[in-house]
Every structure is written in structure tokens, then in C-alpha cells.
């Protein structure tokens, strides 16, 4: 399966990201995770190519070999097409990592949040995602190209509106958000 690399594990392209190359914020919340601390997550917002995947995966570099404690990257639509493909092929690997996201894992990446279709079980899965890392406050680092209006826009067209800013409101409630701006890197 192509997309593998993207679910469960830091992609290839960013096995060399590193902290110190992050924003000071994104280095405090590695730090604070580090002392065994645990700290609020990160909401890391803005257009694509500003360094929001970079920054999270330089955490899980950075955390992994110094805790025994899980640590998972997910892309989100990658993720959700694991789950629905193994309805197809009776497997069960993105359900069990979903389990695993929604409950065992220390800290989990979600990566490029709200670009995934929304549709009712998309919508439905990524509310299951946040409310459960909410509930148990587990830090949660998100990437993603919308603010909190266009995730409430995004996920409000396939659930209510009342439901989709509960949702956000709980992102924001257990994430400091972080801004990223400037041009597409990839493209400099």
C-alpha cells in the first residue's frame, strides 16, 4: 500500500526533521513533553509548503528515542482511507490504529486536519479522534491549512453547525495555536 509510510509512522521525507530548526513554540512543547510534563498541543495552522508538518514530526524525532511511550503520525485523509479500505478487504489495521490514536498512544500528529472530504462518516471519525484525545488529555500536535472559522465551515457541511463548532472549540480548548505564515518553502 503506497500510503503506508503516512499512517502510524514520520514519513520518510521528514525522518530528518529536527527541533532546532522548529519555531520556539513547537521546541517548548517538545521540551515540556521531555520532563514528562503534560503540556497543552499545538494547533499549527496556515498555507501549505510554511514548515507545519516539518515542526510536528521534528517532535516526534526529537521525543521518540528518549521516551518509551507511543508516539504516532497520522495523515488524516490517509488515515480515514486506511479505515474505509479495510471495510473493503476485511482487514483491520486503520481501525487498530485508530484505537490506538483514540486512546493508547502518548502523543499523537495529525496532519493536514480538514483536508480530508467531509462527508458524515469522515466528519464522524475525526470528532471520535478529538473528543476522545480531549476527554483523556492526551497531547494532540494538528496540522492544518484553516483557522478555526474554516474548520467550522470545512466540518460544518457535513455535520451541525452547533456540532462542528463544538468540535473546533474543544481543538482550540486542548491546543495553543501557532500561526504560520510566509511563502511555500518547497517552492523558494
Known sequence: MQRAHTVGSVPQRYRDAKLSDARQEVQDFAAAFLRGENPSGLLLTGSYGTGKTHDACSVLNRCQPETYRLLVFVNVPDLLDEIRDGYRHYSHSGEKLFDVITGKCRLAVLDDLGSESATDWAVERVQSIINARYSKCLPTIVTTNYGAAGL????????????????????????QTVVYSGQDRRLA
Open 152 to 175: 467550522i465551515e470545512h466540518y460544518g457541511k457535513a455535520m451541525e453547525g452547533t456540532s462542528a463548532r463544538r468540535m473546533v472549540s474543544r481543538l482550540s480548548e486542548m491546543c
